[in-house]
């Protein structure tokens, strides 16, 4: 039996409709309810809540009995027509965080605590739309486009998601072509009003899908990140910087029972960052790096599967300030059941200043849980887990996430029950 | 102080695995050999399988294995069961889920299951191949999974239905959809092409059957639609639906008592956006007896539109 088209989670319509009340001739339509969810509850041995260990300029920290935090993305979307091999798919979804700290906490955004609310998906993906282009979708809105991530330590790597606008999915014959505009803005402090925006374009062009050998995909990507400056703003006579990233993606699908992605991306000025957005502020220093990951999954038995990354990554900034990051981690997983699990997650971060007067940073974190899952493998959710994690670490830069930990400590043991859940 | 620490963190998760000693192992044979050894349990054809009686609502779960009758099809030889539908209860909806498994070693495997529906003479009246089942893939607590639903209306026509495998489903595979690419569905991620793993299909395992109300069974029309499904007025065959009978003619008024508040095409499009046409053309049937004429041709203009 081949795969269809995969809903994640019909909701009926008309349900909605009683719900809403809506009128007795609304079109009925199906809504697919899909989203992402973790939360729990946490301490630190020694007293106080969950402390979250990060190494101080690392972009990602191990997640296993590591996260601190509520986060919640909520998301509904709908097929609105189909017909004669069209179609109009409409996708929404809105972010939730809050630091899980009691039963009522504002999503208001004002308070220091960071709890807020974000729609961040808002899109109609429109396909088979273009007669020469029978499997292309046009699309426009805000969405969460083609995002590369490193699931272990949640590293996007290449994640230029915002408001945007594109063509995807163009069959060529040897792969498939993709072109979006993508806008995310910021300020310059540089102009006369420092807080006026700064509109942030990027030109993401990729080609995927290259047939490279058995089992194996290429993926060539190039951003290319500039602000697109008012009037006022060219008046100014300021600069502010582009940027450009080029990203290599191999995988290797069939890899013992999971995959295998090696990455190469090279980055310039404004597009220096962990995801490829650009960020051309004038302040932003010119440079360049170089980033080399390589993660997967793979199954070492029936009952045994492990996720791995390793990440190297070079800013070579012309101030002085950058810096390379370097990050290996494991998580094998035994399975005792459909349902259940115990996981271990070893994290080693080492953060090396480009300023040799500066220390380097270092941080080594593990933890093991018992895990009871709705399915078996490293991607089964829903999954409840009760983890103890310990980290060491330099105890200079110590990014410290909870007053549990106090300065001038270089290790510490947190302990607690944890939910994840996508659907 | 980093010893100790690592002591105690190795310590508890000792103690947390140790909770994982009393691990569910799969009870299923480890291979199909039984079934070659297996005896013919009724030679008198289709018409002489034993039969178990079924009433509506009602969830049961089957068994395959060892110690279920096997006979001889024409598709193969195969455990079956054989389901006697309830008279006097309207049409109902059969759901059937076969759900994927592990082998002791960790492998999936499935039943993949096939239905036949008999008429009172055992003769087959419809037939449900393996491929007739829709694949649905683990989400929330509801693992990997094969499903089919089908509208019957219980009657001469539609006595018993038999659920069995066969020779072409124990010789095919189900593939399952890989877990990192559900992730990256559900995520909005760059879907990695990862293989996808296949589920063995076997001659053990276990298939759910839900046997409901049509009016029940459809859920959120249920309390809409009340007891104007009845059995009395029901068509003989739900998806191919027979002009207003006399008994259908006497319970049109009936119809109309209990349905006159109703907006049968608000209905009917909730029903084709859930894809059941059947339940669709018996609410156009019954809209038409109701007194909304022209509903039958409006459901067609909407299926063609499909």
């Not at chain 1, 887990?385 to 110590?398: I, L, Q």
């Amino acid at each position: 039996m081949r795969l269809s088209r995969f809903t994640p989670f019909t909701l009926s319509t008309l349900a909605a409709a009683v719900a809403l009340g809506a009128s007795a001739s609304a079109q009925a339509v199906d809504a697919d309810f899909h989203g992402y969810a973790r939360s729990g509850v946490g301490a630190t041995a020694g007293g106080g809540d969950q402390a979250c260990f990060q190494a101080a300029g690392a972009s990602a920290k191990y997640r296993l009995g590591n996260e601190c935090e509520t986060y919640a993305e909520l998301g509904l979307g709908s097929t609105l027509y189909e017909q004669d091999g069209k179609s109009f798919y409409f996708d929404s979804l809105v972010a939730y965080v809050n630091e899980q700290g009691n039963d009522f906490e504002s999503l208001d955004g004002s308070s220091e605590d960071g709890n807020t609310i974000a729609l961040r998906q808002m899109n109609v993906q429109a396909t088979g739309v273009i007669e020469a282009l029978p499997n292309a979708t046009v699309w426009a809105g805000k969405r969460f486009y083609q995002r590369h991530d490193i699931h272990m330590n949640d590293f996007y790597y290449w994640d230029v998601s915002g408001p945007g606008g594109g063509i995807e999915n163009i069959d060529l014959g040897f792969g498939k072509l993709s072109v979006a505009w993508m806008r995310n803005s910021s300020t310059d402090d540089a102009f006369p009003d420092s807080d006026q925006n700064l509109a942030n374009d990027t030109l993401d062009i990729r080609l995927a899908g290259l047939e490279t050998n058995p089992g194996g995909q290429l993926e060539i990507g190039y951003d290319y990140g500039a602000a697109n400056l008012t009037e006022a703003q060219e008046d100014a006579d300021v600069d502010p910087e582009n940027g450009h990233l080029v990203t290599l993606e191999h995988v290797q699908g069939d890899w013992f029972g999971g995959f295998n992605k090696f990455v190469v991306q090279y980055g310039k000025d404004g597009a220096i960052g962990s995801s490829g957005r650009s960020n051309p502020a004038s302040s932003v220093p010119e440079g360049d790096m170089i980033r080399v990951i390589d993660h997967g999954l793979v199954n070492l038995s029936p009952n045994v599967d492990m996720l791995y990354a390793a990440i190297y990554e070079d800013r070579d900034l012309d101030n002085g300030q950058g810096q390379t990051w370097t990050s290996a981690g494991v998580r094998p997983t035994y399975y005792w059941s459909d349902t259940m699990s115990t996981a271990m997650e070893l994290g080693y971060d080492r953060v090396d200043p480009q300023d040799s007067g500066q220390e380097t940073a270092d941080l080594t974190k593990l933890t093991f849980a018992q895990q009871w899952s709705a399915g078996r493998g490293a991607f089964a959710r829903p999954v409840v887990r009760a983890f103890v994690t310990y980290a060491s670490w330099d105890g200079d830069v110590y990014n410290a996430a909870s007053e549990s930990i106090e300065d001038g400590e270089d290790d510490g043991l947190t302990y607690g029950l944890q939910m994840e859940a996508w659907w | 102080m980093f010893l100790p620490r690592l002591t105690l963190t190795a310590l508890c998760a000792a103690l947390l695995a140790g909770c994982a000693a009393s691990a569910e192992r799969p009870s299923t044979p480890a291979d199909d050999a039984w079934l070659t050894r297996a005896d013919d349990c009724c030679t008198a054809g289709l018409d002489g399988l034993p039969a178990t009686a079924v009433d509506a609502p009602q969830s049961l779960t089957l068994r395959f294995g060892p110690k279920t009758p096997v006979h001889t099809f024409e598709g193969g030889k195969a455990p079956f069961h054989v389901l006697a539908l309830p008279r006097g209860q309207g049409p109902l909806r059969l759901t059937l889920t076969s759900r994927v498994t592990r082998d002791a070693e960790g492998e999936p495997q499935v039943f993949a299951p096939v239905m036949v529906v008999l008429d009172a003479r055992g003769e087959v009246q419809r037939r449900f191949g393996w491929h007739d089942f829709e694949y649905h893939p683990a989400l929330g607590f509801q693992v990997d999974r094969l499903t089919l639903g089908v509208s019957v209306s219980p009657g001469t026509g539609a006595d018993r239905v038999l659920i069995t495998t066969s020779d072409e489903a124990l010789a095919a595979r189900t593939e399952l959809l890989h877990p990192a690419r559900l992730e990256a569905r559900a995520r909005h991620l760059a879907e990695p092409p990862v293989v996808n793993p296949e589920a063995a299909h076997r001659a053990s395992g276990e298939v759910r059957v839900e046997v409901r109300p049509l009016g029940e069974a459809t859920g959120v029309l249920a309390p809409l639609i009340g007891d104007a499904l009845s059995d009395d007025d029901a068509p003989s065959a739900i998806e191919a639906p027979s002009p207003a009978s006399t008994a259908a003619d006497s319970a049109a008024a009936r119809d109309a008592a209990a349905l006159g508040g109703v907006d049968f095409r608000r209905l009917i499009r909730a029903a084709l956006a859930a894809d059941d046409i059947a339940l669709a053309m018996d609410l156009a049937e019954r809209a038409e007896r109701a007194g909304h004429a022209g509903t039958r041709d409006w459901l067609a203009k909407q299926l063609e539109r499909r």
